[in-house]
T-cell receptor
């Protein structure tokens, strides 16, 4: 069983909808990530939170809005998405010590998003 | 920009065969991870290699890190259908914060037929 939990597992939304993806981890990791993955391709980094602060935004469109309410939770708010945003959205966490990241990612099972 | 070239991209073999997947770069990595991803799941960390020349074994899987820490290989002995999945290598650059932005290879889609 993965120690990173993502909900929902599947989400279908229209282009005018507002929805959120949620992620939770209880491993005490202080770095949390959002990745986007298309079929048979590697994950693409979207956002990194370190100690609950946004440290990396890989030029992601503003229709994706991340939020880190506390050290265990990570949300991704979705609004006015496009069909090309359909993908598997993966949350991950890792340990970080004084800004030194271990590089070992623990992924959730992902949220499969379909935008109609 | 660091790049990781992974090969082959696709591999379809029969149960019991051996295989090797390669991950190559012109850049030096402080560590390299291998992940396996099954359909509908997130990637699962298999191993991390850190020292140049390091060899790690995980049952039928053998991982090697090149002496110069620029390349790595994954060898599977007597493949089984349960080994089917997308294998990803990912490199961690030498800067302290590089672990927050891993470089992923393109992946190897392995299918082991019974």
């Amino acid at each position: 069983d993965t120690e990173v939990t993502q909900t929902p597992k599947h989400l279908v939304m229209g282009m005018t909808n507002k929805k959120s993806l949620k992620c939770e981890q209880h491993m005490g990791h202080r770095a949390m990530y959002w990745y986007k993955q298309k079929a048979k391709k590697p994950p693409e980094l979207m956002f990194v939170y370190s100690y609950e602060k946004l440290s990396i935004n890989e030029s992601v469109p503003s229709r994706f809005s991340p939020e880190c309410p506390n050290s265990s939770l990570l949300n991704l708010h979705l609004h006015a998405l496009q069909p090309e945003d359909s993908a598997l959205y993966l949350c991950a966490s890792s340990q970080v010590y004084r800004m030194v990241y271990t590089g070992e990612l623990f992924f959730g099972e992902g949220s499969r998003l379909t935008v109609l | 920009t660091q790049l990781l070239e992974q090969s082959p991209q696709f591999l379809s073999i029969q149960e019991g065969e051996n295989l090797t997947v390669y991950c190559n770069s012109s850049s030096v990595f402080s560590s390299l991870q291998w992940y396996r991803q099954e359909p509908g799941e997130g990637p699962v960390l298999l191993v991390t290699v850190v020292t140049g020349g390091e060899v790690k074994k995980l049952k039928r899987l053998t991982f090697q890190f090149g002496d110069a820490r620029k390349d790595s290989s994954l060898h599977i002995t007597a493949a089984q259908p349960g080994d089917t999945g997308l294998y990803l290598c990912a490199g961690d650059g030498e800067a302290e914060t590089s672990g927050s932005r891993l470089t992923f290879g393109e992946g190897t889609q392995l299918t082991v037929n019974p």
